[in-house]
Protein backbone atom coordinates (compact mmCIF):
# COMPACT_ATOMS: atom_id res chain seq x y z
CA UNK A 1 0.00 0.00 0.00
CA UNK A 2 0.85 3.55 -0.77
CA UNK A 3 -0.69 6.69 0.88
CA UNK A 4 0.46 9.83 -1.22
CA UNK A 5 0.10 13.21 0.18
CA UNK A 6 0.37 16.76 -1.78
CA UNK A 7 1.24 20.17 0.03
CA UNK A 8 2.03 23.50 -1.01
CA UNK A 9 -1.43 24.37 -2.90
CA UNK A 10 -2.64 27.69 -2.06
CA UNK A 11 -3.76 31.14 -3.55
CA UNK A 12 -1.66 33.07 -5.17
CA UNK A 13 -1.59 36.09 -7.91
CA UNK A 14 -1.05 35.87 -11.79
CA UNK A 15 2.49 35.59 -12.68
CA UNK A 16 3.59 34.07 -9.06
CA UNK A 17 4.75 30.65 -8.20
CA UNK A 18 3.87 27.45 -5.87
CA UNK A 19 5.52 24.68 -4.93
CA UNK A 20 3.92 21.22 -4.89
CA UNK A 21 5.05 18.70 -3.25
CA UNK A 22 3.79 15.18 -3.15
CA UNK A 23 5.47 12.72 -0.23
CA UNK A 24 4.97 9.28 -0.33
CA UNK A 25 3.93 6.95 2.73
CA UNK A 26 3.79 3.09 3.14
CA UNK A 27 6.28 2.48 0.18
CA UNK A 28 8.41 4.81 -1.60
CA UNK A 29 8.43 6.11 -4.90
CA UNK A 30 11.84 5.30 -5.99
CA UNK A 31 11.15 2.48 -8.12
CA UNK A 32 8.11 3.80 -9.55
CA UNK A 33 7.23 7.33 -12.32
CA UNK A 34 5.54 9.54 -10.80
CA UNK A 35 2.79 11.94 -12.24
CA UNK A 36 0.70 15.13 -11.80
CA UNK A 37 -2.62 15.87 -12.89
CA UNK A 38 -4.92 18.70 -12.22
CA UNK A 39 -8.88 19.14 -12.32
CA UNK A 40 -11.04 22.14 -12.48
CA UNK A 41 -14.31 22.43 -11.45
CA UNK A 42 -16.50 20.70 -14.62
CA UNK A 43 -13.58 19.62 -15.95
CA UNK A 44 -11.97 16.30 -16.93
CA UNK A 45 -8.99 15.38 -14.62
CA UNK A 46 -5.99 16.07 -16.94
CA UNK A 47 -1.85 15.33 -17.31
CA UNK A 48 0.15 18.03 -16.11
CA UNK A 49 4.10 16.31 -16.05
CA UNK A 50 5.43 12.97 -15.05
CA UNK A 51 8.84 11.69 -14.05
CA UNK A 52 10.39 8.33 -14.09
CA UNK A 53 11.66 6.57 -11.35
CA UNK A 54 15.21 8.23 -11.57
CA UNK A 55 14.46 11.19 -12.99
CA UNK A 56 15.74 10.28 -16.37
CA UNK A 57 12.63 11.18 -18.28
CA UNK A 58 10.08 13.94 -17.87
CA UNK A 59 6.98 15.24 -19.90
CA UNK A 60 4.73 18.00 -19.32
CA UNK A 61 1.46 18.60 -21.41
CA UNK A 62 1.68 21.54 -23.49
CA UNK A 63 0.19 24.10 -22.05
CA UNK A 64 2.64 23.98 -18.59
CA UNK A 65 5.83 23.51 -20.65
CA UNK A 66 8.56 26.08 -19.85
CA UNK A 67 6.69 27.40 -16.78
CA UNK A 68 5.69 24.20 -14.44
CA UNK A 69 9.51 21.61 -13.55
CA UNK A 70 8.67 17.92 -11.91
CA UNK A 71 11.78 17.43 -9.57
CA UNK A 72 12.62 14.15 -7.25
CA UNK A 73 13.95 14.26 -3.31
CA UNK A 74 15.35 11.05 -2.91
CA UNK A 75 16.01 11.88 0.58
CA UNK A 76 12.51 13.57 1.83
CA UNK A 77 10.58 10.54 -0.43
CA UNK A 78 8.50 13.19 -2.62
CA UNK A 79 8.18 14.16 -6.01
CA UNK A 80 7.83 18.04 -6.45
CA UNK A 81 6.46 20.86 -8.88
CA UNK A 82 7.50 23.52 -9.03
CA UNK A 83 5.13 25.95 -10.48
CA UNK A 84 5.42 29.48 -11.87
CA UNK A 85 4.32 32.08 -14.21
CA UNK A 86 0.94 31.07 -13.10
CA UNK A 87 -1.75 32.16 -14.70
CA UNK A 88 -5.64 32.00 -13.91
CA UNK A 89 -6.38 29.10 -16.07
CA UNK A 90 -4.15 27.11 -13.80
CA UNK A 91 -6.38 27.05 -11.26
CA UNK A 92 -7.19 23.55 -10.34
CA UNK A 93 -7.23 20.71 -7.91
CA UNK A 94 -3.54 18.94 -8.07
CA UNK A 95 -2.95 15.47 -7.46
CA UNK A 96 -0.04 12.94 -7.80
CA UNK A 97 0.35 9.58 -9.00
CA UNK A 98 2.15 6.70 -8.74
CA UNK A 99 2.54 4.34 -11.45
CA UNK A 100 0.72 0.83 -11.98
CA UNK A 101 4.12 -0.63 -13.78
CA UNK A 102 7.87 -0.29 -13.38
CA UNK A 103 8.90 3.55 -13.93
CA UNK A 104 11.19 3.29 -16.88
CA UNK A 105 8.47 5.01 -18.95
CA UNK A 106 7.19 8.36 -18.15
CA UNK A 107 3.07 7.74 -18.39
CA UNK A 108 0.70 10.57 -19.32
CA UNK A 109 -2.89 8.65 -19.16
CA UNK A 110 -4.99 8.66 -15.58
CA UNK A 111 -4.80 4.69 -16.11
CA UNK A 112 -1.52 4.38 -15.74
CA UNK A 113 -1.41 4.93 -12.46
CA UNK A 114 -2.48 3.35 -9.53
CA UNK A 115 -2.19 5.26 -6.52
CA UNK A 116 -3.48 8.78 -6.20
CA UNK A 117 -3.59 11.65 -3.21
CA UNK A 118 -6.08 13.39 -1.81
CA UNK A 119 -5.35 16.71 -4.05
CA UNK A 120 -4.62 20.58 -3.09
CA UNK A 121 -5.69 23.11 -4.57
CA UNK A 122 -3.98 25.80 -6.70
CA UNK A 123 -5.57 29.01 -6.92
CA UNK A 124 -4.68 31.64 -9.24
CA UNK A 125 -6.05 35.69 -9.04
CA UNK A 126 -5.78 37.83 -12.37
Known amino acids: QVQLVESGGGLVQAGGSLRLSCAAS????????TGWFRQAPGKEREFVACTTWNGAITSYADSVKGRFNISRDYAKNTVDLQLNSLKPEDTAAYYC???????????????????WGQGTQVTVSS
Open 97 to 115: AKSRLYGDQCYRAIGDYDY
Open 26 to 33: GRTLAMHS
